[in-house]
């Protein structure tokens, strides 16, 4: 395991490994404003190891997301409780990086933050995605038909805002989710993109969302931006065909790699993500490392998306990847990283019913900071 176990240079940081956390949506924020239980949440996995945090998704304007306990990172009072946060993570020796997030038209006009913003729910194209499941709103509503948005430089605007605040709240840089069928995607993708302005049609001017924010993320942190990718598509009812999968991502990954950013992450594709509609899955199944590892010579990559140490260290020290990036077994383990080094096995029983908090959830720390560490 030692691949996995040397530093390694992001941007202007340093991380002592390359076992990384990914966002992870865990919904334990109140009103959107993040809580001392989400510190002691952080701080676990830092005393555990992780060479590098990166916050669940951080909201970057209300929205009526899915999840209605998200943080959000658009006023003073969402920095001061980050602040709490990243200050209490750098005095236990860690890294974090923030996730900015919109979700585009993954959101519901009745859900509450969505009400709040009067705003109607944005995308590129009068385009509804299919699913959805909100869980603050009477019924089984799914997703609507959103309204597409009449000028996306309000789009770039809201993520610059976010960044400022981020910088403020103390984090190390950010990273812009740019996978799952979110705003980004949105706009990638040419079954939720139909637009014909400058915004939408050919590669370039769809890849124009995703590249233009990458740059207002840069003027605020530097070198210390990451992006994250799902090439394969699926969650969300987003995919393209094979063809149209490769012209478009080669195209972007080779843009974004100009750019200089401390990582890109990819994630591959996994049959938890590969949603099936009227009985044919919806991604597009290939192989992200093979396909575009060619185009990144000017960041680091990591990989995500069920990828186990044993994996990692391999794909690591072939130089495959740069380092690792685990969901899962972060949420089960908070001393993962330990674990890896000391050859304990990865062996806690996953609390699913307590991933996320619902309307029946109690004790929030529950499924969340009562998972045993290993005995050393």
């Keep these: ?12 940081t340093t991380i002592k490994n390359r076992i990384t956390m990914s966002a992870l949506t865990r919904n334990r924020a109140v009103d959107t404003y993040p809580t001392d239980l989400m510190k002691e949440y952080y701080v676990q996995r830092v005393n555990g190891g992780a060479g590098l945090i990166v916050s669940e998704g951080i909201l ?3 929205q009526g997301t899915e999840w209605p306990n998200a943080p959000g990172i658009w006023d003073d009072k969402h920095v001061e409780g980050w602040k709490n946060i990243t200050d209490a993570v750098h005095a236990a020796g860690g890294k974090m990086f923030a996730q900015l997030w919109h979700v585009g038209r993954a959101a519901h006009p009745d859900a509450p933050q969505q009400k709040m913003s009067g705003e109607p729910v944005w995308a590129p194209s009068a385009i509804s995605a299919r699913g959805g499941k909100f869980r603050t709103i009477p019924g089984v509503p799914g997703y609507v038909t959103p309204t597409a948005i009449d000028d996306p430089w309000k789009l770039v605007a ?14 190390d840089g950010v990273e812009l989710h740019g996978a799952n069928g979110y705003i980004i995607v949105q706009f990638l993708d040419n079954t939720a993109n139909h637009r014909t302005d400058q915004w939408g049609g050919n590669k370039e001017n769809r890849s124009r969302l995703g590249l233009e924010v990458l740059k207002v993320l840069i003027e605020v942190f530097g070198r210390n931006v990451a992006v994250k990718l799902s090439p394969a598509g699926g969650y969300n009812d987003v995919g393209m065909s094979l063809e149209d999968t490769f012209d478009t991502y080669n195209y972007f990954i080779s843009e974004v790699d100009k750019l200089g950013l401390a990582y890109i992450t990819l994630m591959r594709y996994t049959v938890a993500f590969d949603v099936v509609y009227d009985g044919v ?38 130089g495959q990847v740069d380092a ?44 969340y900071t009562d998972y045993p560490t290993a005995v050393y």
């Design 324 to 367: 690792i990036s685990i969901g899962l077994n972060w949420i089960t383990h908070p001393d993962l990283t330990k674990r890896v080094e000391y050859g304990k096995p990865l062996d806690n029983v996953p609390d699913v019913r307590h991933f996320q908090t619902n309307k029946n959830s109690g004790d929030w720390s529950t499924g």
């Design 158 to 171: 809201q993520f610059k805002h976010a960044a400022i605040n981020a910088e403020k709240a103390g984090f």
């Design 1 to 12: 395991m030692s691949a996995l176990l040397s530093p390694l240079r992001i941007g202007d």
């Design 281 to 318: 899955p919806r991604a597009t199944k290939h192989d992200v490392i093979a396909s575009y590892r060619p185009l990144i010579s000017n960041t680091k990559l990591l990989i995500n998306a069920s990828v186990l140490p044993e994996e990692g260290a391999e794909l690591v020290a072939s």
């Design 60 to 62: 970057v304007t209300h």
